[in-house]
């Protein structure tokens, strides 16, 4: 079976705003149609256009399933995952390109 990239991500529309938590298998695509309001719905929405936050694994089935436990955390968790790694909230896209 061939090894395929898989990444859990968070949006925020500012330091503490809004956020959102998706799964892609790829990142740069999945956040550059965030950014540009390419996708109907929450991000759009809600100007949710910053990458402040995004793991990487090679398990679809562990993505589904660490994006579904993260999602299910209270605010204050998502907050400290995000500032755990990233303190100022920087948008992380220009890293990926």
Known sequence: M????Y???IMASKRKGTLYIGVTN???RRVFEHK???VEGFT???KVHNL?????TNDIHSAIEREKT???WNRQWKIDLIEKENPG???LYPELL
Do not use: C, G, Q
Not at 2 to 5: C, E, K, L, T
Not at 52 to 56: D, L, T
């Open 70 to 72: 993260i999602k299910k």
């Open 7 to 9: 990444f859990v991500y």
């Open 2 to 5: 061939a090894n395929h990239d």
């Open 36 to 38: 540009n309001d390419l």
């Open 52 to 56: 402040v936050h995004y793991e990487h």
């Open 44 to 46: 759009k929405t809600y």
């Open 89 to 91: 909230w920087d948008d």
């Open 26 to 28: 790829d990142l740069v």
